[in-house]
């Protein structure tokens, strides 16, 4: 497994997971054995939001994730996703406590920010 997660900042692990996918300033490459981390790596977002669709999905994609957290997410950056059948999940706190939980299968899906016209995750 391969989790990309959206930071606020570059201290990997111990970074916030970043509220909004397309404006996190940097990505959380987490490899895992379905277990445990097995390594991670912080690389940063190139792509920033910008209007008619979400570049930042194409960026995170190049390091050939199969799962993605984030604290919130539009429509069309989800859309993209499921495309590309890689799974999305919520979170709102650190980024190491949210690999923790999506190992343990104890995170969930992930609402269309407010910033898209609904209700978002992390008060977004």
């Known amino acids: 497994m391969k989790i990309g997660i959206t930071l606020n900042d570059d201290q990997g692990m111990k970074?916030?997971?970043c509220a909004h996918f397309g404006q996190c300033s940097h990505f959380l490459i987490?490899?895992?054995d379905g277990k445990k981390v097995t390594g991670s790596k912080v690389v940063?977002?190139?792509a920033v939001h910008g209007g008619g669709g979400c570049t930042a999905v194409?960026?995170?994609?190049k390091y050939g994730i199969t799962h993605v957290i984030a604290g919130g997410m539009g429509m069309g950056a989800q859309n993209k996703f499921a495309a590309a059948n890689v799974p999305i999940f919520g979170y709102c706190g650190k980024?190491?406590?949210?690999v923790k939980e999506l190992l343990a299968s104890a995170l969930g899906g992930i609402d269309p920010c407010k910033d898209h016209g609904q209700d978002g995750n992390c008060g977004h």
């Open 15 to 17: 970074s916030g997971v």
């Open 58 to 61: 194409t960026e995170i994609l």
């Open 30 to 32: 987490v490899e895992s």
């Open 95 to 98: 980024a190491e406590d949210a």
């Open 44 to 46: 940063a977002n190139t």
